[in-house]
């Protein structure tokens, strides 16, 4: 595993098991524990988080290799990667680690980082692709035997008490 400024944790699933539905209740219960998140979500598709026809757009799409568009309450960085897909490392090295407890990663599946696999049989995809040396836990809303915790998919609260102990253990 790779060492990073800022632990690393991912919530890795098929698509549809309810990554983004678990992280939307985590996010604000480990705040609320007093763990700053920062999140960095994986997608298969072209994003484009710029809008047509603003002028940050009009200036990326002009041939600017980064762009920052910034207001008072945040800012935004937009970098063009045409020639490789960016590194796991490069993301993270944009997140400030006096801001940050824990960067929580949606999906990254394939990456040597700790995670939790989340698993629903109705999905009708196999357990065992889920399943490598670098998860920490399973959440599920099955009765399982694994060699690693099991999680209720379900119990939100749960899942973040289990992450501010396991962060704890990282310090």
Known sequence: MTNYAIPLLAITAYSGTGK???LKQLIPTLAAMGIRCGLIKHSHHNVDVD????????????????????CDRRWALMTETPTRPVSLSELVSQFDPERI???????????PVPKIALYRAAVGRPLEDLLDE????LA???????????????ASAQIAEFIRDWLASQR
Do not use: W
């Open 20 to 22: 983004t539905t678990l």
């Open 51 to 70: 809008t047509p026809g603003k002028d940050s757009y009009e200036l990326r799409k002009a041939g600017a290799a980064q762009t920052i568009v910034a």
């Open 101 to 111: 407890d824990i960067v929580l990663l949606e999906g990254f599946k394939q990456e």
């Open 134 to 137: 670098h998860a920490i836990a």
């Open 140 to 154: 599920t809303d099955e009765t399982l035997e694994v060699a690693i915790p099991l999680l209720d998919i379900n």
